[in-house]
């Protein structure tokens, strides 16, 4: 099932994007031979992001440092998250799930360029304060 949302517009291009670097390198690097050429590429259709956004953990009220990385932030959108992992675990979405709710982001992206084919590995998430909590991955 595909939601219509307005971010489609969004994820569309950064979809493009990846699809390009996939194109012109194939599977089976690591992720951070996809993340520079995903922010060239989406730099070439002048789509603003943040990579590497440090977000802080917080634990009971109180700022323990810096606790994760996302990938990139489209936008201040769209987290997209790079794998590149022989099979997508649940844990995956989950993290992504996790940083959408950190960041109040309404959409993220995990995006497998370890595929034949890249489409298949493009997982939207959905933030649930956004969609409702029926919503989530598709």
Do not use: W
């Not at 996302?70 to 590149?84: A, G, M, Q, Y």
């Not at 992206?109 to 956004?130: C, M, Q």
């Amino acid at each position: 099932m595909l939601i219509d949302s307005p971010y489609n517009h969004i994820t569309s291009q950064i979809i493009g994007a990846a699809i390009e670097v996939h194109r012109t390198l194939g599977p089976g690097l690591l992720e951070s031979a996809y993340v520079p050429c995903l922010k060239y590429e989406l730099g070439l259709r002048h789509v603003t992001f943040a990579a590497e956004v440090a977000i802080p953990l917080s634990y009971k009220g109180v700022e323990l440092g810096q606790g994760y990385r996302i990938d990139l932030i489209v936008e201040k959108l769209v987290v997209v998250e790079v794998k590149s992992v022989e099979v997508v675990l649940p844990v995956h979405k989950v993290q992504v799930m996790t940083y959408l709710k950190l960041t109040s982001c309404p959409v993220g992206l995990l995006i497998n360029f370890d595929e034949a084919r890249l489409i298949d590995g493009v997982h939207r998430v959905f933030n649930p304060s956004v969609f409702g909590e029926t919503e989530g991955t598709e």
